[in-house]
């Protein structure tokens, strides 16, 4: 018993290694003084600067989105969501406010996380005029669009 636990223990040590060590996690945040030196930058109308400060915030966006994965949204279309509002924050901010940038960017990521939720809300009752509605007694799809659509003899008739 003991040895299947220690074994099921290393045997999750290479990939978590690896998951730490690939080049697609996320880099490491910024220390309070490299933020301050690309937030100057920044206000000088440094590209890079922008990049930079995007990049090292993306860790913060993931965490952020992690609280809404339980909702039915794909995690990566939340991630970019998150970036958005991330840039959106990162093209706001105000450093003479005296709050730090990813104080600020958090409040920035989940407004716009929470805004695409109201958003698709709105837009959760819509349905396609092609969507099946039901099944007929032959097991063919019956579609809204085949219940409204109107027999041109009638309108022949009347004429």
């Known amino acids: 018993m003991w040895l299947n636990t220690i074994l099921n223990i290393l045997s999750t040590i290479p990939f978590t290694i690896l ?4 080049p697609n996690s996320f880099p490491k945040p910024l220390s309070a003084k490299e933020e301050r030196k690309y937030i100057d930058l920044l206000k000088s109308g440094s590209k890079y600067a922008k990049n930079k400060l995007i990049k090292h915030n ?6 952020i989105t992690k609280k809404y994965y339980h909702n039915k949204s794909d995690p990566d ?6 970036t958005i509002g991330l840039i959106k924050a990162i093209n706001t901010f105000k450093p003479e406010k005296g709050i730090r940038l990813s ?3 958090a409040r920035c990521i ?4 929470l805004m695409h939720f109201r958003n698709s809300k ?3 009752l819509d349905i396609s005029i092609n969507e099946p509605i039901e099944t007929d007694k032959n097991g063919n799809i019956l579609t809204l669009m085949e ?3 109107i027999d041109d003899s009638i309108a ?3 004429d």
Do not use: F, P, Q
């Open 19 to 22: 998951h730490v060590m690939t």
């Open 58 to 63: 993306l860790r913060l966006v993931a965490h």
């Open 77 to 82: 279309d939340l991630i970019s969501i998150g």
């Open 103 to 105: 104080s600020y960017a």
């Open 110 to 113: 989940e407004n716009e996380i």
């Open 122 to 124: 709105k837009s959760s």
């Open 147 to 149: 219940t409204i659509s």
């Open 156 to 158: 022949d008739k009347i």
